[in-house]
């Protein structure tokens, strides 16, 4: 039997989200799924769980999960200030918390969501293969809705063969800031945009309004002169990261909940490598674009896919976990301190050759 | 709807073009016009796309005059993906002709005009210039292709209705549209598959789930079915909703050769 997570309070906004739901878009269902799909991705790294299992993203705070049983948790994304019983914890590296415990999230410092997640990631009833939480839909989550207090979310049940890393080179870490640089490459409607405006676009700072949403960012700046066919085009698909200009000249950036399809002229499309950092820009953060090629793009891809999966998933030196041994009638609780990378083979047989050693001593003062 | 001779030629020449759409999908454009032609073109694209599903696939997103081809930039870059694409569309030609010669499917969505179920009949009428009887008998006459589906899961897209029933939108939208309401927005005519906020005069409401997440596929219509609203009074749009609600409603389809 696995445990669960109770939602004490789900502060301003927490929602299941998995890497999304594919395959549904000729039907008009959204992809949805994590803002900043790289800190699920670790994040499920962390505690050995596939890159598809899913998480809650926490936005901005005010939040607080009660675990039910010993469960192996790691927090990514933002730093919201996270604590386990009040103890400050750390960000990008798995603990255990134990049965009974309480994460909280009070508020942000850098980025705006943060990942929190599971070892065996939660069970939620997946609705067209994603357990993904699309609010306007009513798809995904518990009941298709934000999560609520009192919500209990089942945890799943671990790959027991899955390797288990505590922490990540802090190389491979994203660093949030309130102004953000974006690859771009050139959208299949740049023609729709004079040669004055699509310099607007990549010489001018934005910064991102409180309208913004998991559907998009919307940013304010200078307008974006369009080349006089308008900047309405005949409906098409659309992808996350694509950035339409509507009529008053100012850029959205299309995100996780996107439609699918959309009908404002495409001036560009964000590099798939940069939209963690737009996944993590709150109201009044600064963006600048930096226009790109797709070649460019899709070589930052892959120089980020191999830096992840070479990632070592670095152990943790020492591991502390509280046992309890009964012999006979005598229960004695041990704390076992061990040093996790020594966990091969090896290492396992020394520790329980220690906890052997344990009982021997034990018995003898029995005896005595 | 019908083709003119200049959109026939506009989209012939110069088509299919390969726009990338960021570092993850290809979008091929097969004209700039909404009409039958263009929209066929599209559809057996992603037909023949899906049949020989290349590993580098991912999904296909079909609308009015173009596909969107998501592809997982890890297994092919740009250009690969580029020449099997284009590779495709010089092979296409057989599989343009068995599309748009095969059978088309219409599928028939029973609905109550008028009334609360559809309170905006007469201010179409009025602004037609008809009786409400004579929008019915329009709205319901004709078989409606459905271009695409989008904007909410399981959202038709219809073309061909009758330009004398066009009617604009409300000047401010309703923040609560009920689910099956049918709609008329300029020239087109579609139906909320949910309830949601909205903006089209509302002319009728039909007791049919389009959208079913349980189902497999969990859409009713499909990109290229045709649809035809059959009108129904009160006491039968009851009786269908009775039979949906317990899972027993089958929507009625036929099958005609285009």
């Not at chain 1, 839909?137 to 799943?156: A, C, F, R």
């Not at chain 1, 008053?248 to 940069?274: E, H």
Request: with cysteine; proline share 6%.
């Amino acid at each position: 039997m696995t445990g669960t997570v109770t939602v004490r309070n789900p502060g301003v906004l927490s929602l299941v989200q998995d890497t999304g739901r594919f395959g549904y878009q000729r039907f008009g269902v959204s992809v949805s799924g994590a803002m900043d799909q790289e800190a699920l991705m670790i994040g499920n790294m962390l505690v050995g769980d596939e890159h598809s299992a899913a998480g809650i993203e926490i936005t901005l705070g005010g939040a607080e999960f009660e675990v039910s049983t010993e469960t192996l948790v790691a927090i990514t994304g933002a730093d919201l200030s996270a604590t386990l019983d009040g103890t400050p914890l750390p960000v990008y590296e798995s603990f255990i918390a134990p049965a009974g415990s309480v994460i909280r999230f009070s508020g942000p410092g850098s980025g705006i969501r943060a990942y929190l997640l599971v070892r065996g990631g939660f069970d939620t009833p997946p609705a067209l293969n994603s357990r993904a939480t699309h609010i306007a839909s009513g798809l995904g989550g518990l009941t298709g809705k934000p999560l609520q207090p009192g919500d209990e979310l089942p945890i799943g049940l671990a790959n027991e063969m899955s390797t288990i890393g505590s922490k990540i080179p802090s190389s491979i870490r994203r660093h949030y800031s309130p102004e953000v640089a974006i690859r771009v490459v050139p959208g299949p409607q740049e023609s729709s945009f004079s040669a004055a405006g699509v310099e607007t676009f990549y010489s001018s700072e934005y910064s991102v309004t409180d309208t913004s949403d998991r559907q998009g960012l919307r940013l304010e700046g200078p307008e974006i002169e369009s080349s006089g066919d308008g900047y309405d085009i005949i409906s098409d698909g659309v992808t996350a990261g694509a950035i339409q200009v509507p009529a008053d000249g100012r850029p959205i950036i299309l995100m996780a909940d996107r439609q699918t399809i959309g009908g404002y002229a495409k001036i560009g499309v964000v590099a798939t490598v940069d939209l963690p950092l737009l996944a993590q820009a709150g109201p009044g953060s600064t963006v600048r674009f930096e226009r790109c090629t797709v070649a460019d793009t899709q070589a930052l891809l892959r120089d980020w896919q191999r830096e992840i999966s070479d990632a070592p998933l670095m152990p943790e030196e020492r591991v502390t976990s509280g046992a309890r041994l009964e012999i006979g009638e005598l229960p004695i609780d041990v704390d076992l301190e061990f040093d996790q990378s020594a966990l091969t083979e090896e290492g396992g047989a020394l520790l329980l050759a220690r906890i052997n050693g344990i009982f021997e001593t034990v018995r003898a003062r029995r005896v005595n | 709807m019908g083709d003119t001779g200049e959109s026939q030629i506009k989209s012939g020449q110069g088509y299919p073009v390969l726009k990338p759409v960021g570092d993850s999908a290809i979008c091929i454009e097969f004209g700039d016009e909404i009409n039958d032609r263009v929209n066929d073109l599209v559809y057996s694209a992603a037909d023949a796309l899906n049949a020989r599903s290349p590993s580098w696939l991912r999904e296909l997103v079909p609308t009015y005059r173009s596909l969107l081809v998501h592809y997982d930039a890890l297994a092919a870059d740009y250009d690969e993906v580029r020449s099997d694409l284009l590779g495709l569309a010089a092979s296409d030609s057989a599989a343009e002709t068995s599309s748009s010669g095969g059978a088309r499917q219409v599928f028939e969505l029973p609905t109550v005009y008028g009334g609360e179920f559809g309170p905006d009949l007469d201010a179409v009428a009025s602004h037609a210039g008809l009786d409400s009887e004579d929008v019915v008998r329009i709205h319901s006459s004709i078989a409606y292709r459905v271009y695409m589906i989008g904007f909410a899961p399981g959202f038709p897209y219809l073309g061909g209705m009758d330009q004398s029933i066009a009617t604009p939108r409300l000047a401010t939208p309703r923040t609560r549209v009920p689910a099956g309401s049918v709609g008329i927005a300029e020239s087109q005519t579609g139906v909320y598959p949910a309830a949601s906020p909205g903006g089209w005069q509302l002319i009728g409401q039909t007791p049919v789930q389009l959208f079913d997440a349980q189902a497999q596929p969990p859409s009713v219509l499909q990109p290229g079915h045709f649809v035809k609203f059959v009108p129904v009074d009160e006491s039968e749009f009851q009786r269908i909703q009775a039979e949906v609600a317990n899972g027993q409603y089958r929507v009625a389809h036929s099958e005609f050769a285009s």
